[in-house]
């Protein structure tokens, strides 16, 4: 359930738009002064703060302020100041929205709603989908440059990470040494190919039950080794 904190000094006001926020399924909370809202802005995360311009103490424009140096919650600005100075300078502030009041109960609501709809789409738009490789037990977070063996993370040297996650990427097929060289290292043959069987092994201590009887990555003798899914 989205947390929505609302500073209003004006105790009717705050009751009647906790009334509808709760009834639309919001989980509210209200402070009745510029400091306690502040500090419980900070400490708590909400989905959104309904924060009045004109509070005891400390006012909303040094709230906003104070807010938006550590978080990015949506702030919606509410006045009975009409003046488009205040306006401007809230927005400039990192208020997100400005309604004078009076305003219906009502259409607080739709405009929270639109604020989180609009806020959640630009959250999930920046967020990339680490790519991942699973089998079986076996987790590679091609991303991440990670992996987990039974949920246990295993560390990995760069071409220990680079030589599995070609082998998961192309299962079922057989690599020779040289080929893997050539892959893994961007070289010809002409190297100690030696240095494919070195990290075929260590990669199997990390990742395999029974080293001398393997199930992710299988030794083809005489032709080079394959990934078994």
Request: hydrophobic share 40%; aromatic share 8%.
């Amino acid at each position: 359930m989205n947390r929505i904190l609302i500073v209003e000094d004006e105790k009717e006001i705050a009751e009647l738009e906790k009334d509808y926020l709760e009834l639309s399924d919001f989980e509210v909370e209200v402070k009745k002064d510029g400091e306690s809202g502040l500090k419980a802005a900070l400490k708590n995360d909400y989905a959104l703060i309904v924060l009045d311009l004109m509070l005891p103490g400390m006012d909303g424009f040094e709230v906003c302020k104070r807010i938006r140096e550590e978080k990015d919650v949506p702030i919606l600005m509410v006045s009975a100041k009409k003046d488009d100075i205040d306006k401007i300078r809230g927005l400039g502030l990192g208020a997100d929205d400005y309604m004078t009041k009076p305003f219906s109960p009502s259409e607080l609501v739709a405009r929270v709603k639109a604020h989180l709809s609009r806020y959640d789409r630009l959250v999930h738009a920046g967020q990339q989908q680490n790519e991942e490789i699973t089998i079986r037990g076996l987790k590679i977070d091609k991303t991440a440059r990670r992996v987990w063996v039974d949920g246990e993370e295993k560390q990995f040297t760069t071409k220990e990470f680079d030589l599995l996650t070609f082998l998961a990427e192309n299962p079922n097929h057989v690599f020779s040494k040289e080929e893997l060289f050539r892959k893994i290292w961007n070289m010809e043959s002409i190297g100690d190919i030696a240095t494919v069987t070195v990290h075929i092994k260590k990669i199997r201590e990390k990742i395999e039950y029974d080293t001398s009887n393997p199930q992710y990555i299988e030794t083809i003798w005489g032709v080079g080794y394959r990934f078994k899914i």
